[in-house]
């Protein structure tokens, strides 16, 4: 086989591993350049246990986690940059990311763009710094389920207890205190037909909830900063 052939074969294979991304991740393979940062998105949907539908855009949990560990592991990985649009999704799944990328031991940064809705809010708080693009929106309001329920006291306090794991983790990992957050949560004068509220940019800040206003670049910066042999 000659070096011609050799290139041929090394770019078919290429092609094959892109196309294999696309299907199972919705994103084509980025060119490989030497980089000290993981970069990962969490955009639509947090998909848990069960499968969304296929017409909905979803970032599945079992793919993130094992990134973040592969990060924490690799020594050429210096920090952790997330980036987030996301409208919500699975409780369970989101509370575990959120909780795993929290115990991360590399300096962590997140990016609210689009949207941190619902869940969404304990994944960009679970940094160690947090930043908000001044038209991104956030939604805090209570757990919601869809489907049968059973009408019986244990469900009740299971969505009791379900939430306290949601608010505890957010008064953990930000600045806000509870009784802010707990009138954000249950207003009822935000949301048409919803109880909660929805925080603009510099908003969530005010609030404690994000620690600054700012884009790619300064959230880059940060990390940076965080980082200690930089």
């Known amino acids: ?17 892109s196309l294999e991304s696309i299907k199972e991740m919705g994103t084509p393979n980025t060119p490989e350049f030497k980089n000290d940062i993981q970069f990962l998105t969490i955009i639509g949907e947090v998909e848990g246990h069960t499968l ?13 986690i094992p990134m973040l560990i592969a990060a924490e592991q690799d020594p050429k990985i210096k920090g952790i940059f997330i980036i987030l649009n996301t409208v919500g999704g699975d409780v369970e799944a989101g509370l ?3 909780e795993m990328i929290n115990s ?7 990016l609210v763009l689009g949207g941190g809705h619902s869940i969404g809010v304990p994944l960009a708080t679970s940094t160690d710094y947090s930043f908000i693009v001044p038209t991104a929106t956030m939604t805090i309001h209570p757990i919601r389920t869809t489907g049968l329920v059973i009408g019986v006291p244990q469900t ?21 205190d509870k009784k802010s957050l707990l009138e954000l949560m249950y207003a ?13 940019g510099k908003e969530a ?7 600054e206003v700012g884009g790619f670049n300064k959230a880059l910066k940060k990390l940076h900063e965080l980082i200690p042999d930089k």
């Open 1 to 17: 086989m000659n070096i011609k052939e050799d290139i041929e074969n090394t770019k078919n294979i290429e092609e094959k591993e």
């Open 52 to 64: 969304s539908p296929s017409d909905k855009k979803t970032t599945k949990y079992e793919h993130i």
């Open 96 to 98: 575990a990311l959120s």
């Open 104 to 110: 991360v031991t590399k300096p962590k940064v997140s």
């Open 156 to 176: 009740f306090r299971y969505f009791q207890k379900m939430q306290q794991r949601i608010i505890d983790f957010i008064l953990r990992t930000s600045d806000i």
């Open 188 to 200: 009822t004068d935000e949301l048409a037909n919803d109880v909660g509220t929805i925080l603009i």
């Open 205 to 211: 800040v005010e609030y404690g909830l994000i620690n």
